[in-house]
């Protein structure tokens, strides 16, 4: 949720709507498994870039 006080300057707060535990579980497992497979993903890279 974003509100936005009137102050001088301006600023914007933010708080979590009832759908992001939800997310940052989500969030969670994808960047947990982009670690553990990181090598992998590294060497992929690397021989998608090196052909010709």
Not at 21 to 31: A, D, R, S
Request: glycine content about 6%; hydrophobic content about 35%; charged content about 30%.
């Amino acid at each position: 949720m974003r509100t936005v006080p009137p102050t001088v300057p301006p600023k914007v707060e933010y708080e979590l709507t009832s759908m992001a535990p939800e997310l940052h579980e989500t969030l969670v497992g994808l960047v947990g498994r982009a670690e553990r497979h990181r090598p992998g993903i590294i060497r992929a890279r690397a021989d998608y870039d090196a052909r010709p």
